[in-house]
Nanobody, 121 residues
Framework: QVQLVESGGGLVQAGGSLRLSCAAR????????MGWYRQAPGKQRELVAR???????NYADSVKGRFTLSIDKASNTVYLEMNSLKPEDTAVYYC???????????????WGRGTQVTVSS
């Protein structure tokens, strides 16, 4: 079983910064990709940022230049550094991790419970 432990959400003023972290715990053979989605009230869930096993990153256009995704492979922990935050960034942020649990099985997709990020104007 794999669990994603999220932390770092909270309340911040516009222009401020937050750093989210997500640690993948459990039986993991390898990580295919890992990142963050978010869902704001009245909107569908959208990809924020993702990093692959080859260290290729993808960002939503709305966060490019402001958010930075990194990974500590030794601890299976991904970090999302969020700078110049805007009220439009307010959402529940969900960690997502696609892993291979053993050499004989395929990949599985796991989700965190979500952490609230609120940006005041």
């Amino acid at each position: 079983q794999v669990q994603l432990v999220e932390s770092g959400g909270g309340l911040v003023q516009a222009g401020g910064s937050l750093r989210l972290s997500c640690a993948a715990r459990g039986s993991i053979f390898s990580i295919n990709f890992m990142g963050w989605y978010r869902q704001a009230p009245g909107k569908q869930r959208e990809l924020v940022a993702r990093i692959t096993s080859g260290d290729t990153t993808n960002y939503a256009d709305s966060v490019k230049g402001r958010f930075t995704l990194s990974i500590d492979k030794a601890s299976n922990t991904v970090y999302l550094e969020m700078n110049s935050l805007k009220p439009e960034d307010t959402a529940v942020y969900y960690c997502n991790c696609n892993v291979k649990r053993s050499v004989l099985v395929g990949a599985y997709d796991y989700w965190g419970r979500g952490t609230q990020v609120t940006v005041s104007s």
